[in-house]
Every structure is written in C-alpha cells, then in structure tokens.
C-alpha cells in the first residue's frame, strides 16, 4: 500500500466510524447465530459480544401488559416513539426476569464481560432490535420499524466502540437510536435522532452503576 493511500485510509477512519450501519434486522440477526424472534418464543444476548444466547418465552398476561401500553393510539409518530420506549423498557424487565439479568448496570463495566448476568452494547442492541420487532409482530406499530443496529467509534477518533439499536419512521424515514446500553435493566432509553448520536460526545462514555 502506498503512503499516500495508507494516510488517505486512516484519516477516513473517524468519518466510517461516524456512519456505519447494518440496514437489514433479519440479516444482522442471522449472522449473529441469534433466532429469528416470534411471539411465542425468542432468544436474547447476555454475557457481552452475545455470549449466552438464552431462549425466552413470555406468557399471554405478559403480551397483554404490553399491548396496554398502546391501548389509547398513539396520536403522532413522536408519541409512538415514546411509547416504543416504555414497551422496550418492560420487555427487558419482564426478561431479565427470566434469564438473571435484573441487575445489568448501564454503561461500562469491563470486567462484567462473560457474566452471564450483565449485557455489554452488542447484547443491548440485538436484544432491542429483537422487542421492537416482537411489537411489529403484535401490530402495535403503525409510524415505525425495526431497522439493523449502528455503530460509532473506532478508537481513532477518541471513542469506544458503541453501537444501538435503530427504528425508522416510516413517513419521514427519520431513523433514531433506541440505546438501552447507558441505563440498567429496565430502565428508559435513550432515545435521539441517529445523525445526533453518531456525533453526541456527552453520550460516548456510559457510567458504570453502583
């Protein structure tokens, strides 16, 4: 390789890293090893970098629980969005229930990789991108879809490797990341337009919870 075209490469690093991104959910999943997911059964990453891969089935009352949370329609496509969280949010809790990861902590926490009770961002993405298709499935969605996770970060350009889970909205074909890395189980995630995420400092580092 000339030095031309090894100076060209690396300084293209940072803008790659800014933007690279798995279009397709089914194919992401796929190469994964990990389960197309259905309502009656799917299977969930933990143990960091996907691990433990665990079948899981949740009981009609579960479904219903989260049915509930779209009872009322939502009235906008930003309003669904917010409901997307809420139902991603009980979903891992209902989860983590069943597999141990109640007490995954959000953000960084080297020295949690291999245990099967705590999820790094690739378990997080995949397990995500597996709930909101489960609520396609249940015909909860009407302005969004799953789409495959991203990812940010190559060293280089003085961040982690990170990547989320990623919906689109249909009539704007705006995509967000939907990133339940940052905050332990159960809780909310964070929700932001995906171009702002790519480039948001504040949100490269997570803090490990105590």
């Not at 030095?3 to 089914?26: E, N, V, Y």
């Not at 990861?101 to 291999?114: K, Q």
């Not at 015909?139 to 989320?164: E, K």
Request: glycine share 8%; net charge negative; hydrophobic share 40%.
């Amino acid at each position: 390789m000339s030095t031309a075209r090894f100076w060209t490469l690396l300084l293209a690093l940072p803008l790659l890293a800014g933007c690279i991104r798995w279009a397709d959910s089914t194919a992401y999943l796929t190469g994964k090893g990990v389960e197309q997911p259905t309502l009656d059964s799917f299977m969930v990453c933990h143990g960091y970098d996907c691990t433990f891969k665990t079948m899981v089935q949740l009981e009609p009352a579960d479904w219903r629980q989260v049915a509930d949370i779209f009872a009322q329609p939502p009235g906008d496509s930003a309003e669904e969005r917010a409901r997307i969280v809420a139902a991603v949010a009980m979903l891992e809790d209902k989860v983590g229930r069943r597999i141990g990861t109640t007490e995954d902590i959000g953000g960084v926490a080297f020295l949690a990789a291999g245990d099967p009770g705590q999820m790094d961002c690739i378990d997080e993405s995949i397990n995500t991108t597996i709930y909101v298709r489960l609520l396609e499935q249940q015909g909860l969605l009407r302005w969004h879809r799953a789409s495959g996770p991203a990812f940010r970060g190559a060293f280089v350009d003085g961040r982690w490797y990170h990547q989320t889970a990623v919906i689109v909205d249909l009539a704007t074909k705006q995509e967000y990341a939907l990133d339940t890395w940052f905050n332990g189980n159960g809780e909310p995630a964070v929700l932001m337009q995906l171009a702002d995420w790519r480039w948001s400092w504040d949100r490269s580092w997570g803090q490990k919870r105590s």
